[in-house]
């Protein structure tokens, strides 16, 4: 039986790492969106060998079914935290499909609309910095849109 304490952050991660596992392994880049994740969702990077059984059905999960329904509605803060992964795919040199995938796979599990994800495109767009390193993430920005399904 696992030791974690079941949460709505645990079963969002949860749901976001069974994506990532979807091919058996992680790589770099999802580990380091998984840590950005789970810091902002509340998820210790001790807890992700369990994390990680639990996602293969190695291990039971805490969370019920009826805890999963409710923790999947909509809260404030969640499209705030696929802006933070989004910014974190941005600032490196590419955003692989490994990490494509989870922000497939986060937007899915939070519902995030079309109208809300061009929201925060924008959102990137006006807070970027006139310097390189902004220049350059609005380039990565452009490149992702031309990727996205709702481009």
């Not at 994740?37 to 190695?58: F, H, R, T």
């Not at 490994?98 to 609309?113: N, T």
């Not at 380039?139 to 996205?148: A, K, T, V």
């Amino acid at each position: 039986m696992s030791l974690l304490e079941a949460s709505r952050g645990l079963s969002l991660y949860l749901k976001t790492l069974e994506i990532a596992l979807d091919d058996n392994r992680i790589t770099f880049d999802e580990a380091t969106m998984l840590r950005i994740l789970g810091k902002a969702l509340g998820v210790s990077p001790l807890d992700q060998p369990d994390c990680i059984a639990i996602a293969k059905n190695e291990m039971p999960s805490p969370i019920s079914d009826e805890q999963d329904t409710e923790w999947s509605q909509r809260e404030i803060g969640d499209a705030i935290t696929y802006q933070a992964l989004l910014v974190a795919a941005l600032d490196d040199d590419e955003i692989t499909d490994d990490e494509m995938a989870i922000l497939d796979g986060f937007r899915s599990v939070i519902e995030l609309r079309e109208d809300e994800h061009a929201l925060i495109a924008e959102a990137i767009r006006a807070t970027a910095t006139e310097d390189e390193a902004g220049v350059r993430r609005l380039e990565r920005l452009d490149r992702f849109l031309d990727r996205n399904p709702w481009s």
